[in-house]
């Protein structure tokens, strides 16, 4: 259950990323949220790069498990550690 409400929040979180480059938002939210959400992108690539080969040696890599570890980082490819 809370990782469903996690997931909610992260999608409300990269939706308000984008949307702040088609439509700024009063400052300082235009900048926290530009900024926060380089640094978020940046940690989740660095965890897919990390993590890439056990994910696919989980059957849970390839372009489902980039897209899924950018949006959500651990919380997509911990419960599939915990698993295994």
Known sequence: MHIIIIRGVMLVYWAAFI??????????????????????????LAEWIMH????????????NGFVQTVLFGIVYWLPI????
């Open 19 to 44: 949307v702040s480059f088609i439509k700024a938002f009063v400052e300082p939210y235009q900048a926290i949220i530009f900024w926060s959400g380089l640094i978020l992108l940046v940690v989740h």
């Open 52 to 63: 890439r080969k056990k994910l696919e040696s989980l059957n849970a890599g390839g372009a």
């Open 81 to 84: 550690f915990r698993k295994a």
